[in-house]
């Protein structure tokens, strides 16, 4: 039996197998979509979303993967979730684990999605912070599952800012064994903490180098992003300078293997980080990977519930009603 983590905060702890399992699960999920037998496994349960950050994919995954799976979502905003706002995260996660049987959290702050993680008694989800993005890659890497190939041996070019989603995909690298180069301009490298951890536990598959071309050459997959993320829009201008040459054109993609893939966890800028050229070719995946957010979304909810013990606070709830109330609950 794979030990299920309790949260999707990150990737790094998580069991090779259990990924595994996920991957299978999604790929049930999406064949059973739409038909009389498609499961309900979350039927009568509902999702809290947090979303501090504006989102269309993640948003929807959740949303209609929920739907899809019996179940419902209601929307929260900042006002009702911060770390400075009306209450303590804590009595937040406390309240929404009484009522909610999942929080799915787009933040700034990373340690609010952790903090959220400490108190809530029902499975939180990481759906986009500042510092990482687990849930893009776990569906990117089903993408590549999907695809055949070897998650053990492949190798991955990363092409632009050290960001969130390439934090995700540093830690990923200690679940399974593909090679990583990554090259980013000077000044917007990875958090340093993280990049030192993830190369002394990879042994060498994960490197930094000096530019796109070298990143690139003879890989099995190129990725980039965005060269702005959300909540760095005033730096935008400047940022466009600092990235020049980082561009994913037709000439970059053909130093790859014949059969490479490319990739964008999406929302893509078309003519910075990637040409129409690129993105709109034949080897891009990026429509894939878009819709397999949610395939894998639906199995990630469905293994975080499962593995949930029973709620306790209605139960403390009922105890402190009126007795003829509480026969009335109970009934
Ligand atoms: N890739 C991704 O997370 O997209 P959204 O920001 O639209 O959710
Ligand atoms: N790095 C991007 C990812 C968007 C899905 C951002 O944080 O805006």
Redesign the pocket.
């Known amino acids: 039996m794979n030990p299920s983590p309790r949260h999707l905060v990150g990737l790094l702890g998580l069991e090779r197998e259990w990924v595994l399992q996920l991957f299978a699960d999604a790929d049930k999920l999406r064949a059973a979509r739409g038909t009389a037998k498609a499961p309900k496994p979350l039927a009568g349960k509902t999702a809290a979303l947090v979303f501090h950050?504006?989102?269309?994919?993640?948003?929807?995954?959740v949303t209609v993967g929920m739907h899809e799976l019996g179940g419902d979502a209601v929307d929260l905003t900042a006002v009702e979730v911060s770390e400075h706002g009306r209450e303590s995260v804590a009595d937040v996660a406390n309240v929404l684990s009484g009522m909610c049987d999942i929080i799915v959290a787009?933040t700034f702050s990373h340690s609010l999605v952790e903090k959220l993680a400490q108190h809530a008694s029902v499975p939180v989800i990481n759906?986009?912070t500042d510092h990482s993005?687990p849930?893009?890659i776990l569906a990117d890497l089903y993408t590549l599952w999907r695809q055949d190939r070897n998650l053990d041996d492949m190798t991955v070019a990363w092409v632009g800012d050290g960001n969130n989603?390439l934090h995700s995909w540093l830690e990923a690298a200690t679940i399974f064994g593909f090679r990583l180069r990554v090259a980013v301009p000077d000044g917007f490298e990875p958090d340093a903490g993280l990049f030192l951890e993830i190369e002394r536990r990879t042994e060498g598959r994960v490197r930094r180098v000096r530019d796109p071309e070298e990143a690139v050459r003879d890989c099995d997959v190129i990725y980039t992003d965005t060269w702005t993320s959300?909540g760095q829009e005033a730096e935008a201008q400047w940022r466009r300078i600092a990235f020049a040459g980082f561009t994913v054109d037709a000439q970059l993609m053909s130093l790859a293997k014949s059969d490479a893939s490319f990739m964008h966890?999406?929302?893509a800028h078309r003519g910075e980080e990637v040409t129409d050229e690129v993105i709109d070719g034949p080897q891009s995946i990026v429509l894939d990977?878009?819709e397999n957010?949610l395939h894998l979304q639906k199995a990630l909810m469905v293994a975080l519930a499962a593995a949930t013990p029973p709620r306790e606070s209605g139960k403390r709830k009922r105890e402190r009603v009126s007795p003829s109330l509480a026969v009335a609950v109970t009934a």
């Open positions: 950050k504006p989102s269309l994919r993640t948003r929807v995954s787009r759906a986009l993005h849930c893009q989603v959300m966890c999406l929302p990977e878009a957010r």
